[in-house]
């Protein structure tokens, strides 16, 4: 294994700013000060919405200081450990979806730590591990909280996911059909992408497909024959027609639940986290009118849905749909990508970085 060296490339922000904004920076490379941190040599990572949101408007609500690296999905190689590790060595593969305190995965090196980090599955790529860590997790907490919360679990239940090729929600299509057992498994996409979901999911394939160009959900669906909804794309007030009574519905669109958003960004104001905490409770409450329980979600990273996620992958059950790839030198690639996330149009699965 090479030297690790004193600097690196990472994208850093001097200021909140549009993706266009974005360049590659020269920076220390992270040390290890707490016993649990491994260092990892980053071989791919892959970008969110919440990583550009949080690049720009996000962000300055949150505050930070400068310069701000970028992301928090990362696949690559340890290369130094913190004194207690004792389940990775140097040189494992390991994908992980970082801390808040580790932000930064656009980059040569990042720090994470063994609560955040599972080796990756070994029969993908350092670029299609990378795609699984946020996304994956997150659709998978969210229909962890529909079994908790519909009558008898998911299994052979109907379940709404609407944007089937997103990154979150290729993710959410795929567990829910071959992990929990829906009976069926509904999505919206446009015509365009019809064919291409079948190549690209193969058994976990959705079994009804909304064309959202023409069509209304609940025309398709018929109303209140929908137990469970993921929404990922803010449907949550539209989507309560094709809703059950006793369903439930998890968002990752509507707005963080103040309260776990401040614990998560401890910089947040308090009147922000009060506000998100009002509209949390209207739509909590105007769902109920309807019978059906509304949950906010916010991702809590760790090492044990990382390592599930591994044996599904293994399994043949869930596979991550990489949309595109750039190399970290390529940061008119990188920007344009970004971009497309910002302005959440036209994306198919996940955008990845290898790190060359």
Do not use: H
Not at 22 to 49: F, G, H, M, Q, W
Not at 200 to 229: A, C, H, N, S, W
Not at 291 to 297: D, F, S
Not at 301 to 315: I, P, Q, S, Y
């Amino acid at each position: 294994m090479s030297k690790i060296p004193p600097m690196m490339r990472a994208i850093a922000l001097t200021k909140f700013c549009n993706p266009s904004e974005y360049n590659l920076a020269t920076l220390p490379v992270p040390k290890i000060t707490k016993p649990d941190e491994l260092l990892i040599r980053v071989r791919a990572a892959s970008v969110n919405p919440i990583d550009v949101k949080m690049a720009s408007s996000i962000g300055k609500m949150v505050g930070g200081t400068f310069p701000s690296k970028i992301g928090y999905d990362l696949a690559g190689e340890v290369v130094e450990i913190g004194s207690s590790v004792s389940t990775f060595k140097k040189g494992d593969e390991v994908y992980s979806r970082v801390g808040s305190e580790n932000k930064g995965t656009l980059a040569e090196y990042c720090l994470s730590t063994v609560s955040t980090t599972a080796l990756k599955p070994a029969s993908l790529s350092f670029a299609e591990a990378a795609a699984i860590p946020l996304a994956a997790q997150t659709a998978l907490q969210a229909l962890d909280v529909g079994e908790e919360r519909v009558a008898g679990g998911l299994k052979g239940k109907v379940i709404y996911v609407p944007a089937g090729l997103s990154g979150t929600g290729s993710f959410a299509v795929q567990l829910a059909k071959n992990v929990f057992g829906a009976k069926s498994v509904v999505t919206s996409l446009s015509p365009g992408k019809f064919k291409l979901i079948g190549e690209l999911m193969g058994e976990g394939t959705p079994d009804v497909i909304v064309d959202y160009t023409k069509q209304k959900t609940v025309d398709v669906t018929g109303k209140r024959e929908v137990d469970f909804m993921f929404d990922t794309v803010g449907e949550t007030f539209k989507g309560l027609g094709v809703m059950k009574k006793g369903g439930a519905i998890v968002s990752i669109s509507m707005g963080p639940n103040g309260t776990d958003f401040k614990k998560k960004n401890p910089g947040v104001p308090s009147y922000i986290a009060w506000i998100l905490n009002v509209v949390d409770w209207v739509l909590r409450t105007y769902t109920g009118w309807y019978g059906v329980e509304y949950k906010a979600l916010v991702l809590e990273g760790n090492a044990n849905d990382l390592e599930r996620l591994r044996g599904w992958v293994e399994e043949g059950k869930v596979k991550p749909i990489v949309g595109s790839v750039v190399k970290l030198s390529d940061m008119e690639g990188v920007r344009k990508g970004c971009q497309q996330i910002m302005d959440g149009k036209g994306g198919v699965g996940k955008f990845v970085v290898e790190i060359d």
